[in-house]
């Protein structure tokens, strides 16, 4: 089963930057809608933006608009997850996932991979 993996977590003062990526298991033909969200211990999954599959529509929680930013290179298959001027409120273990829609409900996506860790220290 194709899983999305995700990489580029760590540990960041507040202010500063990270890029998340995102990227299929195994090869696929198939292009999809891609959503990032995030979670921290005792809270529910929360929306952070999704992009669509071919790059052209982004869509933002109010959390992050204008600090972070999507975009793809579906040549290689990889989905990128811009933050900058992080917060500490941005910590959690980030998740991307696909859907065929375009979506901020967890419910509408699968392929769900393991998360990485972001920490943003104050």
């Known amino acids: 089963q194709v899983l999305l993996v995700e990489s580029g977590g760590g540990s960041v003062q507040a202010g500063g930057s990270l890029r998340l990526s995102c990227a299929p298991s195994?090869?696929?033909?198939?292009?999809?809608?891609v959503g990032w969200f995030r979670q921290v211990p005792g809270k529910e999954r929360e929306f952070v933006g999704y992009?669509?599959?071919?790059?052209?529509?982004?869509n933002y929680a109010d959390s992050v608009k204008g600090r972070f930013t999507l975009s793809r290179d579906n040549a290689k298959n990889t989905v990128y997850l811009q933050m900058n001027s992080l917060k500490p409120e941005d910590t959690g273990v980030y998740y991307c996932a696909a859907s065929t829609v375009r979506s901020d409900s967890p419910s509408q996506y699968f392929h769900w991979g393991q998360g990485t860790r972001v920490t943003v220290a104050s």
């Open positions: 992009i669509s599959f071919s790059g052209d529509s982004a």
């Open positions: 195994e090869r696929t033909a198939r292009t999809y809608n």
